[in-house]
């Protein structure tokens, strides 16, 4: 299985900082990455598939970069409402596979 | 605009087997405009996501190789719904247990996820 390591597990912020979550995964996956918002008690969202394209209705100030096994979800200005977490996901091959999340707290 | 919605019991006994449904509305789950895969995912009470299984409207399936024994994930075509069922239950199977899309692998949109407890 491909593991997906997510970094940190938990981030602490404020209004207005830009953030940075790192997903590695433990083989080259390309860039066939997702990242997904989950708030709690709500089902994950997709924010981003193929590593860096935004999913319709996602604020631009979330984007994603990366290839190969490294990879970020960048939040460029923190609002009130991303206050979540944040989860990665391989889809290059099966089983697909999680990060273990990211919880960005005030 | 395209809606899922999980249902089934939310108490099962341990060893049991667990049923859910999963009902699409909004569109069709034999669309074939675009290779679409129903999924189940899954997530223990504060942790991670675990992928479960995949079933494309013909049929065919892919399971995690970690439950796969004792996992089958089925399609009904005529009333836009699919199921999960898993057998042999556990502690560990308790779970929110999710339904999405999935395209080209990824998930979107998901339902809103039904909380399974497997009791003694």
């Known amino acids: 299985d491909i593991q997906m390591t997510q970094s940190p597990s938990t981030l602490s912020a404020s209004v207005g900082d830009r953030v940075t979550i790192t997903c590695r995964a433990s083989?080259?996956?390309?860039?066939?990455v997702a990242w997904y918002q989950q708030k709690p008690g709500k089902a994950p969202k997709l924010l981003i598939y193929k590593a860096s394209t935004l999913q319709s209705g996602v604020p631009p100030s979330f984007s994603g970069s990366g290839s190969g096994t490294e990879f970020t979800l960048t939040i460029s200005s923190l609002q009130p409402d991303d206050f979540a977490s944040y989860f990665c996901q391989q889809y290059t091959r099966y089983p697909l596979t999680f990060g273990g999340g990211t919880k960005v707290e005030i | 605009q395209l809606q899922l919605q999980e249902s089934g019991p939310g108490l099962v006994k341990f060893s049991e087997t667990l049923s859910l449904t999963c009902t699409v509305s909004g569109g069709s789950i034999s669309d074939t405009s675009s290779n679409y895969y129903w999924v189940w995912i899954r997530q223990p009470p504060g942790k991670g996501l675990e992928w479960i299984g995949s079933i494309h409207y013909t049929g065919t399936t892919f399971y995690n190789p970690s439950l796969e024994s004792r996992v089958i994930i089925s399609v009904d075509t005529s009333k836009n719904q699919f199921s999960l069922t898993v057998r042999s239950v556990t502690d560990t199977d308790t779970a929110l247990y999710y339904c999405a899309r999935g395209q080209a692998n990824w998930f979107d949109p998901w339902g809103q996820g039904i909380l399974v407890t497997v009791s003694s």
């Open positions: 083989q080259s996956i390309a860039d066939w």
